[in-house]
């Protein structure tokens, strides 16, 4: 645990450089809009260690694969999220001594990350002789208009009066870092540059894979403030600069504001992307420093009037929570159906791909409940857009059906491990759940027509081909996966992946019947689903081997789960932990200990089809036996152990999942974040403390409280109603916005009047 | 299959240029003395493809490990045969035009693979304008003087007066193909050059995996006969060449001889390197180019004298086995007791490495037959000289004892695939068999405290350590393994590698007996093993879970091999074959298809444990489901065929391991040969065929003849006796050189007397 920045409800605030710790702080540092995003990298030079990373959304490429040893099947490529022209840079000479923080003496330094408003700060004063600057920064990367990003640069002379040179500058020479083979993915396609102005457009290059090519155009406008003395400007391969030399007086603030205008092919003809970019620099200049700032941080207000969780009484639980809707809402805030969230968001390029299972597990619960029904509607519509890739994916195994990949831009796989790619297949299934929980949760079962069956239907055939048919045991089997404890790998009859399969052929048959009694016969008709296909299926639902120890009472993980030499954690030596750092991987393979939720995750998931008795029996089977080394898996245990009455459990859960980052628990944030299981720490407080629950179109809660908080109030939207619940230690207020409707409060039925709310007090 | 040789006896005859499978005719035509190796490289230029090989014996380079996502406990490096100097050289023009065999017209060609004698002859015709060239050219690497290469590149113009230009050159810079980064694994030390002479001194590159480097010197003293008229010498970074011109009339002959001495820091100091090799040279020089000829083939006289295997009415029988035996002794002929066999030999470079559990498994069994007893137990002391490596290996994994590597040239593990460098560990019981296989063959018992019971010891404390005791069923058991079976892995209980941990357990308490007994008590006492641990390994071999289905009266493969779809390899598709070309690796894994013998590998080392009834179940049970596609696992089904008396059955795998190269079955031989499994043909006809046994320090035979051989001789040494073994339709013919001992024919005692044979009838 390293903890660099202060507690605070609103802010992270960092008041010391930190030299050693600084790509930790870089990433802690991010911001992004959706559209762009970027790692907290200074503007100026820095000569120390650091990560140079801005993203743009959407914008990938495909690695050629790197392997010891080619599978049959495998990716041909690692598609990555690319690092792309650095377009904050602005170089700062104090007459003609360049800044630099790492050389420089740094007589005061503060850093500030607004989550309320979404700005980075920062202010600092650099001692060169005896001459002293202070420098202030304001950077935001608009809500507002997607496509701008804004950073105003305020140099001071302290007690000079000298001359300040300020080159801002567009810098397309930029690599990734994890390159399989150090190559470069970006040509230049074009730079031009003017006095105040600047442009590079850089295309990723051409790939033999088929996967398509971006161009991204970056144009600079800049204003100054003070008096120019000289202006210039130059250019060399993918690379332009303005160098604007201004005099200044003792204690006279000169400014530059630099408006960075950022378009790609992803939205428009490439012929237009300088003509788009131009236009969003002219209104933007148009509009002021000031009212740009305004319109970005009313955007984030907004998000927050919507999504907000206050926590009265524990302040590192309130910064925790409010970093991780932070920096998701910053990565994803579902404007556009073509995106995903990737593991880093903007924050790193590590993991590669777009889209993991991740999003459906653990994102669309969130996004359904804090953002409108759409967002979560388009990242179920972005898996729709992908099928062509997941039939793709099938095929190349010998399947029929739909796959969905493990890692994905396209919907075609792009991760290159065979105990993942081709066997943790009980993905597939959260992709089925994902279509029940959107439409269980809004009500709007035009979906499944619209899109939900295709999906549907197409990983249910990928099922109903991967199983197998046990003669001598009269059973279906399926052999060969990994289930979501990536600890173990290649078992057979995985209960999850069982599970979920059966579960999928279950929902689509019923689907199907919904369908066909709601005038959507030709629909189905379209599918060329024969008898036999569904006989098949219903087969299959009645015979699937789901493994179950009668002694114990417990779902068995796998086959031979139960063979091992089982032993809960806490007989572990503290030095054995992590497993993944201090054992060979053969080891962590055949012990009992868990990574992740897996016989959980599917009481998770399917919770109203369990009761409380076997969801205890399973949680106090395997919990003991999980190291929680996934960032995925404490949220989902800190849900169930609330459910159980496991209070303490639940709150050690939840902390370990809220602060992962701000207290880099997993000590490698300076990677980047980790953007998917931010989602975590919300589930944990709303399914978990507050006991949200929507299963059977009914929305339910039964609410404890932490020991050690005061109070805590979330939002959520619901099928039109906006609903504040707050708890404390006496009492449940429950208030919304919305027509009359009736839900469930510790199991009983309540209504909640027109825009009204109800208090009852909390059960103990 | 591919065959671009004419079938003959001793002989491989190639009358037209392949440029388009230049490479496998290239990995054909290797030449090797044990020491060196070469493929069938041409001397002069050649601007086609091809690929240039020769190799030094126990040099090699550690190439930074490349996957593609790491695990926990990897090897650092995938150790590599590396491809060094090119001292073949010889470029040649006539009047300033070069030969080119890609682009002149060749109006004849002829290349030749004397195995009788160990040399490589081409004879080739050349037209360049007018002027029809003769070339005739001999090579040989002596086995009389194993730094020694001798090459007499004679040319004849046939029709025309002309200038003759000979360059020969040592060239240094040369590059694996396989490269993992695209390094150079080589500097250059010294070069020299002079007229007539050469030196080139190359050493392999620090690393910084703290493995040794290696030193290799080439001088080259080159004799020329004609009338020279030039004689320059030059020298570039990394190569040196003499340039000699020659005029020669119509008719006559240009000979030129190139001697090349390698001498390598593995034997000499570093700055003897040079002084040796003018040695070697000098000595040579004097003897004479006929003399050197004649002490080389005379030295494979003597081999084949010891070991040849005559079949007669196969014409192409008998060529596969010679050509086996012939690759197999240019690879290892046991003088160095730290080298091993590699799987490609001197023929190429893929697969790396330098020792798998082939050598174990398939070769020891053949040079205990056909070399002096030295040789095969070198291969054991090997083995215990890279014992220390074995204990860094388990302690690598967490785990006690001695684990040998999957592939290694110091032993320590240096492959990196965690399936089969974490799990593949069954070859750790290869390890002990062959010290009980040659203890047993041999006599030798002093070989047990000599070497044996170290590596005994070794091994058995890894068994202990890695298999782990379950409570509920009261047995130990052996999780997460990968059996001989690669088509599955990370599997329960592999009946195999349970079967062959027990044995290791029982044998080395035998052995601790036997040496408490003879006086070795102090030697016993040295390895500190307590009553416990002793206690324990008795509690194993007691209690180990060895899966066996009553119904069917089998051994299960492992713990969940019965469940999957069981269906015989002749229900496939032939557009499906082969499996690993065909299908993604996910449904190899959980298919029941085999690629090598399992459970019957088992059944092949531990066949006097097992009756006829339980090697016939398990057979017929196996056999339809293996698809043989390691080139190991025909030899052993022929050898178990034969003996359950499925004649055809075992002709037929003989015959895929036989002419697995000659006729290029598996469609890779372009890579190099398959030498580690060349074995597999001498197995099949001397255990399979003639039913050779030696368990309980027994030699037996219970031959057959195929249907369509005519007689079929082989030689063995059996402890100190020489062996011949003759049998035709009609009868069995066994005579020896040696005293009167007695064997076991068709299971009745037989006395053999000294100096003499016995003739029986052939069992029908």
Known sequence: MKRLFEVNHWKIVETKLHKEDFRLAESMMSLGNGHMGMRGNFEESYSGDFHRGSYIAGVWFPD?????????????????????????????????????????????????????????????????????????????????EKELAVIQYMVTPMNYDGKITLVPYLDGDIRNEDSNYDEDFWVEINREVEDYYGLIIMKTKDNPFGTPTFQTAFQMQVNVSGKVEEISHSNQHEYIENKIMITAEKGQTVTLEKYVAVTTDRDYEASQLVQRGKEVLSQSIEKGFDNLLKEHQDGWLKRWEMADVEIQGDAESQQGIRFNLFQLFSTYYGEDARLNIGPKGFTGEKYGGATYWDTEAYAIPLYLS????????????????QLDGAFHNARQQGLKGALYPMVTFTGIECHNEWEITFEEIHRNGAIAYAVYNYVNYTGDRDYLHEYGIDVLTGISRFW?????????????????????????????????TNRIAVWTLTYTLEVIDYLLKNGQSDRIAGLSLTDAELSKWIEITGKMYLPYDKELAVFVQHDTFLDKDLMPVDQLSPDDRPLNQKWSWDKILRSCFIKQADVLQGLYFLNHEYSLDEKRRNFEFYEPMTVHESSLSPSIHSVLAAELGMEEKAY??????????????????????????????????????????????????????????????????????????QVTNEKVVISQEGSAFSLKLYGEDVQLGENSSIEIALNK
């Not at 490529?77 to 360049?98: A, P, Q």
């Not at 330094?109 to 202030?136: A, C, P, S, W």
């Not at 020991?707 to 959520?716: A, D, G, R, V």
Request: aromatic share 14%; glycine share 6%.
């Open 64 to 144: 050629k694969t790197r392997v010891g040893w080619w599978k049959n099947g495998y990716p041909e490529y690692f598609g990555k999220v690319i690092n792309s022209t650095n377009f904050i840079g602005i170089r700062v000479f104090i007459d003609d001594e360049e800044i630099d923080l790492n050389q420089s003496v740094v007589t005061d330094y503060y850093r500030e990350l607004d989550m309320q408003h979404g700005t980075l700060t920062r202010k600092f004063t650099i001692q060169q002789g005896d001459k002293l600057t202070n420098v202030k920064v304001l950077r935001f990367l608009s809500v507002a």
């Open 370 to 385: 804090t953002a409108n029904p759409e967002v979560a509607r388009n990242l179920c519509i972005y898996r729709h857009h």
């Open 464 to 496: 109903a081909d991967r199983v197998h048919y046990n003669k001598m045991k009269d059973v279906y089997m399926m052999h060969g996966v990994t289930g979501p404890n990536e600890y173990e790998n290649n078992v057979n009859n995985n209960w999850y």
């Open 652 to 725: 050690e859960m939840y902390n370990r999942t809220a602060r992962l980052d701000l207290d880099n628990y997993n000590n490698d944030t300076e990677d980047g974040l980790h953007i998917t299981s931010m989602t975590g720490s919300w589930l944990a407080i709303v399914q978990g403390f507050a006991g949200m629950r929507t299963a059977n179109e009914t929305l339910s809660f039964a609410p404890f409280i932490p020991s050690n908080w005061e109070k805590y109030t979330f939002k959520i939207v619901y099928r039109g109603h906006h609903i504040k619940v």
